[in-house]
């Protein structure tokens, strides 16, 4: 097998939106901070959405982006945190696999703890290929061909092979 055509995992982000709660803000950056044990940042607002009350620079959420062993290690936890199962939704046509997580107690070697109370994350993994530098270069920035790029099947292989995920029946 061709040695370009490896995938492996690029990066593991963790989400948690809170709105425009600063107390659910302090506890989910608590929470990311006990999960991934890496700096966490706050996201920030760009657009004024009347709506929604929202302004820019308005700190509505915090992540957390894992790479290398950290994030192998982490996605092992997730991914046991859903009972090994996802479904064809999570997977998108680029080689990204977004899920949730309901409450962070599911989590192996979490416990609850009263300071955060009961709360959910967003986990979305990077998949990429060996080449891939070649889009996110300054200098000959270049397009990844259509052959190279991962597909939603070739995604869902190296999860079930790599990480023992069972795909769920869709109704």
């Not at 929604?52 to 192998?72: E, F, H, M, Q, Y």
């Not at 986990?123 to 996110?136: E, N």
Request: with cysteine; aromatic share 6%.
């Amino acid at each position: 097998m061709n040695v370009m055509k490896n995938i492996k995992i690029e990066k593991v982000t963790l989400n948690i939106g809170t709105g425009k709660s600063q107390e659910q803000l302090e506890r989910g950056l608590k929470l990311l901070a006990s999960i991934a044990k890496n700096k966490v940042v706050k996201t920030i607002t760009q657009k004024r959405i009347a709506a929604w009350g929202l302004r820019p620079g308005l700190p509505i959420g915090c992540k957390v982006t894992l790479r290398r062993n950290d994030a192998s290690d982490v996605l092992k936890k997730m991914i046991e945190a859903r009972d090994f199962l996802l479904g064809a939704n999570n997977f998108d046509d680029f080689g990204t696999v977004s899920f949730g997580i309901k409450e962070y107690i599911d989590i192996q070697g979490l416990k609850y703890n009263p300071d955060i109370g009961t709360m959910g994350l967003q986990v979305c993994v990077t998949l990429q290929r060996p080449g891939f530098r070649v889009k996110c270069r300054k200098i000959a920035k270049k397009k990844i061909p259509k052959c190279h790029r991962i597909s939603q099947s070739e995604a869902v292989d190296f999860m079930c092979k790599n990480y023992n995920v069972k795909m769920r029946k869709e109704e």
